[in-house]
């Protein structure tokens, strides 16, 4: 749990899908924002944060993942969260960001 | 395990009789030691979790726990230790009538009590959610600063209506 | 949680380093209070063995842990009360050292402690089996008459090599 | 798991297998026991105590089986332990009784 939160980055075109794994706690959120922050330098049209392998987010990933959304908007980057586990869905509906994110369960819709 | 005097407790159900089944857990305690270290955050939350399914909440309940103990870990490392990873933090699970009280111990910087509380939500912007999710998550959070410096945060949580949205259970102290 | 001095440790590795991942348990704690009745043993069962898996221990050493203590508590009820199912028996669970030291404390009839040992296996017959499941499934097993009446029986088992058959482990007292 | 440990007790010819369920410890032990006696009393040629669905069992269950063993030695009726858990192996294993009973499993086996 200490490795990279970040286990793989892919290209579709413009897109950039960035699939995270494993718990995203105190322990690992800084680590998570500074990777996707980074990804914004290689100047996406969109990214999707896949986040399908992660069973546990507490706030910090939370923040991690606020502090990425304002910066794409300001950017005009689209953001994407796929597939949140019942836990992650749960943490974004109790800080009612549920409604603040686009969420999709479908890659294609999230790649499109 | 001193040598007290034996107690007999004849009252598995607690004071009004409506608590679960014959086997229901009476007097349980899990206490940790661990340092202020995000590394401990994950064990933490296992053993926390196993213990509260264990007492027979529904995973969605001890999901709750789980994550307004780490919550308020989180915030102790950060806020009352300023970061260092060494500082000892005490961590006390025990079931009584029927509730589960969750005590966290730290001996770092005490925060005026007003300082503690949810933000509005409606503001978009990372940070600022922990004091909220806890009290999402438990039936009751109070902080109390200790006599002899850090503080004693106490949360509860009902285990006969756990799946409960409510925000004030019958567990208040 | 009493407002002892905090203590810091610096060392999850206990004596000599060799304890596991960087996130490893340290001082964990797991008590219950229950009745000698047979009726609670399922649920000390389901408790001691999420506690034990999540300290880390594999299925099978935490099977044995458990098959031990369900042993030791079935003689408590049996023989130190006679089979009354009203009478208090303390567990404590314990994380010291890299081994798990599991205590039972009863307020019973003490037995010599020459009357507890295993009996030759080859003559089949029912019974007599509890102390030597006992003492096959830990490492160690001490039973020690209390001053003030009952009995304290100690058992460990080591997290280090928690799969092994030995006997004797590293957890002598 | 109050409930009687024996949940169906089924007949093929003169055999009688008795299925057991759940934890057998000090709580179910002596129904059981009760159990599989009286059913001597029907004069099977053959018991077959199905431990399929039997996750745990303690020394008490453990007594219980022996007890059974002697009487249906007594009695010259066959003795089949079928499909205990790993759990129940490893008991039956520590207490050496493995190579005592007759263990199976194979239901058809078992019945023969
Ligand atoms: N354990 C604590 N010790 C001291 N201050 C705290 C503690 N927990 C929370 N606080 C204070 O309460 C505020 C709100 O906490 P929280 O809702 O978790 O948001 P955040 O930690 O992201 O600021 C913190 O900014 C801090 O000032
Ligand atoms: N907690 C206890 N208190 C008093 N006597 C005990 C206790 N545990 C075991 N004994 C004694 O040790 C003997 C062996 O125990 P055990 O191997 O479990 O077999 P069993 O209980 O079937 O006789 C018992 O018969 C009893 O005399």
Redesign the interface.
Known sequence: ??DSPIQTITWEGKVAVASIAG?I???RSAALQQGLLGLLDEQPQKVVVDLSAVP?M???G???L??L??RTRKLGVALVLLSPSP?VR??LE????DS?FTITDSKQEATA | MGAETPRTNNDPAGDDGTFMSESAPMNRTLRMEIQSD??E??SV?VEVESFARALGMTEHAA?KVV?AM??AL?NI??HAYDGAADRPIEIDLAVRDACLHVTLRDYGRQAPRATIHSRD??D????G??V??MT??MDSVDYQPAPDGGTTLIMTKSLRDSDNERTNGPCHD
Do not use: F, N, Q, W
């Open positions: 749990m200490t718990d706690d105190l322990h546990y507490d706030s910090s939370v923040a991690s606020v502090k959304l304002s836990k749960s943490i109790i800080t009612r960001l603040v | 995000p590394a955050l994950k939350r999901g994550l780490d919550e989180t490392i950060r939500l409606s978009v912007r990372p940070g959610l922990g909220h999710i999402k998550c």
